[in-house]
């Protein structure tokens, strides 16, 4: 079975600060990880994913396959950060791969 | 590409009427997923397709449920009959499995329903 945990439902950072949002997984194979946004009423949208190592819009994430982590950072927030952002496993179930969803952390950068 | 089509963007129903969400995938993407969002249990996998076939349904929540894909362009979710507790954000993603390829999934702008 694969899991994700995102074990804060809620963020709060000042503007400029570092901010990590945490995601630990389970998964028995070798993982794909996702990181995705949604902003205020919008769509889901793809911030980044394992396979590149890409920064995007400041923000990184190394998947660590010790600590089973893959934890999304930046070393400072801004306002426009503020959002939902909720990391996703991509593996195998049964026959084919799907993705699967932690319950999402709401980032808020205060001024 | 225009990317995941969805319509109606908003829904507002009564209680007991059929609700029918439609869903237009990417074009070329091959699989299909349809998640509903609430403030209360975030983001649920209700059902997804690959090549037009239904995969997994086990989340789709009760019979008053289904899902259909005729083609490779267009999938409908249906409420019959619909209920308060289906008021929720309902999301259409899309996806190209294939094996080597990244899998990340595209979604659509979500339909708001609400059931009165």
């Known amino acids: 079975a694969q899991r994700v945990t995102q074990p804060e439902k809620l963020l709060s950072v000042f503007k400029g600060a570092p901010v990590e949002l945490k995601c630990n997984y389970s998964?028995?194979?070798?993982?794909?990880l996702f990181w995705y946004v949604q902003y205020s009423r919008q769509r889901l949208q793809l911030l980044l994913r394992?396979?590149s190592r890409e920064s995007i819009k400041g923000f990184t994430a190394d998947l660590n396959k010790g600590e089973t982590s893959f934890h999304l950072k930046k070393p400072f927030a801004q306002e426009e950060d503020s959002a939902m952002y909720y990391c996703a496993l991509s593996g195998l179930s049964g026959s084919a791969r799907q993705l699967t969803f932690g319950s999402g952390t709401q980032l808020t950068v205060l001024p | 590409d225009a990317g995941v089509i969805q319509s109606p963007r908003h829904e507002v129903t009564e209680m007991g009427q059929e609700v029918t969400l439609r869903c237009k995938p990417i074009s070329g993407h091959n699989s299909l997923f349809w998640y509903r969002q609430t403030m209360m249990r975030g983001l649920e996998l209700l059902i997804y397709?690959?090549?037009?076939?239904?995969?997994?349904d086990s989340g789709m929540p009760e019979d008053r449920f289904s899902a259909k894909m005729p083609n490779a362009s267009f999938s409908t979710l249906k409420i019959q009959p619909s209920e308060p507790r289906d008021s929720a954000v309902y999301f259409c993603?899309?996806?190209?499995?294939?094996?080597?390829?990244?899998?990340?999934?595209?979604f659509g702008p979500g339909t708001r329903l609400t059931v009165t």
């Open positions: 998964y028995s194979g070798s993982p794909e």
């Open positions: 394992h396979i």
């Open positions: 397709f690959n090549n037009n076939v239904p995969i997994d």
């Open positions: 993603a899309s996806s190209l499995a294939q094996a080597g390829r990244s899998y990340e999934q595209y």
